[in-house]
């Protein structure tokens, strides 16, 4: 795709954003928003590699870009060899509903609560990473930063609710005590990291169970093909998510869930 071969350029929309995508390059890519280089990433040639920014409404009246720029092009005279291969793919914006009336300390109790009650039901982490996406939006008003990144990676240690209650209990008292600048950006870095494994740990769990789907329906046990499948989708009340919408993929392909079964489950299940 030459049309690309220097960047890719996206138009965002003026709130709160979740922005997901997927990018492999042979060499170090340059991640731009609102003309400020945001990060550089490193080139990734092993397989498609994950990332998320999180990105505040900055209220600028600006149409706002974010942009993948190739530093490889255009190239210095007399500069030889094979141009650099990158892309991006599967680029989603998620606008966030901010609440003005709920404060960073007024989501972090919320967060607290919440954390003890993540796998209770099947789109309990799916709504925690949501408020704690939210919460970090509004720990980086404090700081005035506009974006904050972060890597989706398997390498991430699976999040532990206990744990994650007795972080989020640190940061509510580190605040009452301490309010620097310093201190918000340290219990930002904290939020991130574990906004980062809870997201890994759904990828991971969406990515085993669709292996599993496709497994099951090779050995023609569609039914139970369905009953992943639809379970990936009750993790996720949006279905707008891209979680969501692989699972629907799948079960609307016939070779994976025959049409019988999808229109009437209960009668193939065994009694």
């Known amino acids: 795709d030459r049309a690309h071969i220097d960047r890719a350029q996206f138009s965002l929309p003026a709130s709160d954003l979740v922005i997901e995508y997927e990018y492999r390059a042979d060499a170090p890519l340059k991640v731009m928003l609102d003309q400020s280089l945001l990060e550089e990433l490193p080139a990734e040639t092993s397989g498609w590699s994950r990332r998320v920014i999180l990105s505040r409404d900055i209220a600028s009246g600006v149409e706002r870009r974010l942009v993948f720029d190739n530093p490889d092009f255009p190239r210095a005279p007399g500069k030889g060899g094979p141009l650099k291969q990158w892309g991006v793919r599967d680029a989603r914006v998620t606008p966030m509903t901010r609440d003005h009336t709920s404060s960073f300390d007024a989501l972090l109790n919320t967060a607290i609560v919440t954390s003890e009650k993540i796998r209770v039901t099947p789109d309990g982490m799916y709504n925690f990473l949501r408020l704690l996406q939210r919460l970090t939006l509004e720990g980086m008003r404090e700081l005035n930063l506009d974006s904050l990144p972060y890597e989706i990676s398997p390498a991430l240690e699976p999040p532990d609710p206990v744990d994650i209650r007795l972080q989020l209990d640190s940061i509510r008292n580190e605040r009452a005590r301490n309010l620097s600048s310093s201190s918000i950006s340290s219990h930002m870095n904290l939020l991130t990291k574990i906004v980062a494994s809870l997201d890994s740990e759904l990828w991971r769990k969406v990515s085993i169970s669709l292996l599993r789907a496709e497994r099951e329906a090779s050995v023609k046990q569609y039914i139970e093909a369905y009953d ?43 009694k």
Not at 233 to 254: G, I
């Open 228 to 270: 992943i499948l639809t379970g990936i989708q009750e993790m996720f009340p949006e279905r707008e998510e891209r979680r969501w919408v692989l699972a629907e993929a799948l079960l609307s392909n016939k070779k994976i869930v025959p049409t019988r079964v999808r229109k009437n489950p209960n009668k193939f299940r065994k």
